[in-house]
């Protein structure tokens, strides 16, 4: 399964370094493609993961989570 997430406040690499480390320590998740032109994250999760638990961890990192789309 794949969940696309829109995301504001990325500007750089180091903050797609910082939503994908916060990403990948999710059981669950295992890959994360960011695409900062897009402001979009595609997450492949190999098991059921919460649209709670994948906003809580980009907000841990300080980006605002827009919407959450289940592919």
């Known amino acids: 399964m794949t969940k696309k997430i829109l995301v504001e ?3 750089c690499g180091n903050c797609i370094k ?3 480390i916060s990403l ?5 998740v295992n890959s ?3 695409n900062l032109g897009k402001k979009e ?3 492949g999760i190999s098991c059921e993961v919460s649209n709670e638990v994948i906003e809580n961890a980009i907000n841990s990192e300080k980006y605002n989570v827009v919407q959450i789309e289940t592919l």
Do not use: N, T
């Not at 990948?24 to 669950?28: D, K, L, N, V, W």
């Open 41 to 43: 994250i595609l997450v």
């Open 18 to 20: 910082h939503v994908e």
């Open 9 to 11: 406040g990325m500007k």
């Open 32 to 34: 994360v493609d960011v």
């Open 24 to 28: 990948r320590g999710i059981s669950g």
